[in-house]
């Protein structure tokens, strides 16, 4: 008898762990090993100053390749042709509400030193892309300057030959665009200093500012977390930063937990509902974190610290956008770069409403993962594990959640986009003294998420496995009442599911027994059961048993496959109990978007005839090990039933393999 498989694949958890305790190390020698700013052909920095420990540079990237023209060339008031995307081709791309929402609110924007022509530059953006000009009465669309102490005087040194002046024209123009009715303010440092910059963000709150974006960066430091309580630390306040614009790699202040790190991405139109489409822009800064703590409510698992990205925007210089900048560019002129996504992101909080207090607003997206544009292809780099340099269903590094589909991922109020669905597990009837052992199901609509499991209306003896799920204990008293099963995920959604239980004094009818043949295969050989070839397996195979060395394997062939294992029994009449259970661990790598391959309970007659599906599993249910599940039998009593598992696999290049082990039907 030939036993090995060589041709199944084995996603096995052992080599996954591996690969994400290596991943840190990867990605910190990533960043440390990034190339210092590649802007790439036809591009240039529009700070001349690459970042150094302490000092930060703009995250601005200049198109060559696109003459600039002054606003004359074009003509008066004309919006420009050729220069990358102006506030009505954002707008749509992200279905913002811009037009009606975000009066009375105050974007901040930090940069370092003085922009002299900021408030002619803007009021020209805005008349040449038709958004109105600064309402003097509500402040609307209106531009204030202040020092990095907050003071309208003195302001610091002009940018000069820095270029630190076209990104501040980015800046105040990418929240005319998103929010046209919001109030600017500019809070101008002296220097790019971490200090300095970080004195303007203090000052930007204190001025009362609920939206402040950081278009800046550098790499990361040890002394990063103190910066950041320091400056960054601001509840109740959504404060956005720059991913960088170097590839794969983390920047700070990005890497704040407290802060909304804003990835890149190209944007492009398509003939979609949508009318556009995005893929990660190389350049976008993404990764894992080497000294900030990860926030509560990332639950990604191949980075033990901050993961960057949160969410992200458009970025590419090559699909960039127009900006005005007469003091020491051309004037209009095309830009890309992370400070496009950060400023962008910014409006889009403030068009969304005030933060709720207490609260930090980079949590929001997590709570609202179904109302942002999933970015799902392109990369910025090479990277272990995939996803935190490449764009993929779901979570991924480079766009963290995705880019905005409206404001409604901008707002408070967490579990409103999550959904989680709980099976019924159907009414149940125990005996006191009996062990009970119910495994409750549940799913969540987003990946990556951890559920919580609690019931109310146990039966005296009985608790629930608040990680697993798993209902155990033995029944003390007789009892008859409903149970009601909540389950709730990192977001605060939830779902429920109420069922009756009743516990009877009756003892059993019939001796107690259990009816399966080679309950656990450790016979080594597959009868009593019937099987499809190839179903018995061993630990030397490379597989998991829940004990001894035999187990079931049904499919693990990155191919569509269908194995099955059965076997019949005769449930004498005279029980009164009759109860199905078995271990199962569910192991694969399949997209977690589908329950692509599924692995299902039947109960059959004699002639073949499927009596009841008792329930199904599927790639969703993996919990990385065995789990137990029970099926009451107890409408079968008196039957000869034969019990079938049923292992589906439908996707080529994705396998899923279904462990059974332990099996036993138990009667009394
Ligand atoms: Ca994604
Ligand atoms: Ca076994």
Redesign the pocket.
Known sequence: MTLRKPSRHRTLRASITLLASIALAAASAAAAAASPAAAGSDVRHACTAPARPGVATCLTLIRTNVPQRTQAQIGPDAAPVGFGYGPASLQSAYSLPSSTAGAGQTVAIVDAFDYPTAAADLANYRSSWSLPACNTSTGAGCLTKVNQNGAASPLPAPSGATGWATEEALDIEMVSAGCPNCKILLVEANTPTTTDLGTAVNSAVSLGAKFVSNSYGSSESSSDPSTDTSFYNHPGVAVTASAGDSGFGVSFPAASPHVTAVGGTSLTTASNSRGWTETVWSGTGSGCSAVEAKPSFQTDTGCARRTNNDVSAVADPNTGVAVYDTYDQGGWLQVGGTSVSSPLIASIFALAGTPAAGTYPNSYPYAHTSSLF???SGSDGSCSPAYLCT??????GP?GW?TPNGTAAFTSGGGGGNTVTVTNPGSQSWTVGTAVSLQIHATDSASGQTLTYSATGLPSGLAIGSSSGLISGTPTTASSGSVTVTVRDTTGASGSATFSWSVSTVGGGCTAAQLLGNPGFETGSISPWTSTPAVLANTSFGVPAHSGSWLAWLDGYASPHTDTVAQSVTIPATCKNATLSFWLDISTNDPTTAASDTFKIQVLNSGGTVLSTLGTFSNLNSTGGYAQHSFPLTSFIGQTITVKYTGTETLSGFDTSFFNDDNAITVS
């Open positions: 999933d970015v799902t764009g993929e269903v779901g979570y991924d766009t995705g």
